[in-house]
């Protein structure tokens, strides 16, 4: 891979895959419009020799096309991940992450680029019948936005693969974790902490289930399959994911034994969440793992790495706390 475009590159996801493909010596296009990206994520990398920083929009297609021109790969991360409010803004997830990828792979059609890495998600499965769950699981009813419209992306990509002779790689993760993790519920537990050390809501019974994956291990399976697919056209698709899952409740304990703190846990709402929320998620990674590819972390050192690095970057959900005052 000589030169790559990663969209979201400012973002978690995004700004550690493009650290890592210039640490291999690829040059790197950054495209994000610091809707949730940080300046700070790529302030260093942009000064690098072979990196080329561009804030806008993916609806921009203009400014993909830029993006995305004399490109081997790209890595299309940028997407809408407020699973939880998605019914606030229905309209959010179509524009963000279905005609944002309808604008990627027709940008990289007119620039002859025919790879493409789509980050999606195992809450594409719903609610399945199946754990853990394979890639060729049959779909059940959409349960949120999020998801029903990452599947939608999904199936352009499938499309342009058989239309066009792309090579697309579906990576379905299970939740991120790690360095640069700014959202989702570990994020929003230890910053209520942090906030009232006394008390914690928690969305739901507790008893949601889920996985996790450490983010270099998240990004060095999605390394792995493109090594393995490099040359072959036609969509192809991973779950990425570890084993093991874990309680919402076992998450609560390791955050708040961290913080050293004993606090009321109060528990709103039944199996789910929110609507949409999937009260158990594990998925079968035999596929990658068929690939050589095995996580290095736990999820519980998963957390903790999330957590020591929030401790470290405390203006980082400060930044939160100012922006929700």
């Known amino acids: 891979m000589r030169r790559a475009c990663v969209t979201g590159g400012a973002g978690f996801i995004g700004s550690n895959l493009a650290d890592l493909l210039v640490a291999g010596g690829v040059e790197v296009v950054i495209l994000d419009n610091f809707s949730t990206g940080r300046h700070e994520f790529v302030a260093e990398l942009a000064q690098a020799d072979g990196v080329r920083l561009l804030e806008g929009d993916v609806l921009d297609v203009d400014i993909v096309e830029d993006a995305v021109a004399g490109c081997d790969w790209v890595f299309h991360l940028q997407a809408n991940a ?7 803004h229905p309209r959010r997830d179509l524009e963000q992450n279905t005609i944002a990828t309808s ?26 019948e199946v754990f853990p769950t394979p890639e060729d699981a049959p779909f059940p009813i959409q349960t949120s936005l999020y998801a029903a419209s990452k599947l939608a992306g999904e199936s352009l990509i499938a499309a342009y693969a058989a239309g066009y002779g792309f090579t697309g790689l579906v990576c379905r993760f299970v939740s991120i974790l790690g360095e640069r ?6 994020f929003d537990f230890y910053r209520a902490l942090k906030r009232d050390p006394s008390r914690l809501l928690v969305l739901g019974d507790g008893r949601q289930e889920k996985s996790y994956l450490y983010v270099h291990d998240c990004l060095s399976a999605i390394l792995t399959a493109v090594e393995r697919h490099r040359s072959e056209p036609g969509a192809h698709i991973y779950n990425l994911g570890t084993e093991e899952t874990v309680l919402v409740t076992d998450s609560v ?3 708040t034994e961290h913080l050293s703190l004993s606090p009321r846990i ?8 929110w609507t949409g929320d999937s009260p ?6 035999a596929r990658i793992r068929g690939l050589g590819w095995r996580p290095q972390l736990t999820i519980g050192q998963a957390i903790k790495r999330t957590l020591e690095w929030f401790d470290a970057n405390e ?4 930044d939160r706390e100012e922006q929700a005052a």
Do not use: C
């Open 82 to 88: 407020d699973l939880r409010g998605g019914l606030d």
């Open 103 to 128: 604008n990627v792979l027709e940008a990289m059609r007119a620039q002859g680029v025919k790879k493409i890495v789509f980050a999606s998600t195992g809450s594409v499965y719903g609610e399945p």
């Open 315 to 318: 203006h980082v959900w400060r």
């Open 266 to 273: 109060e528990y709103s709402g039944g199996r789910r969440g």
């Open 280 to 285: 158990l998620i594990r998925l079968d990674t």
């Open 253 to 255: 304990h390791i955050i």
């Open 181 to 186: 993790y700014t959202h989702g519920h570990v």
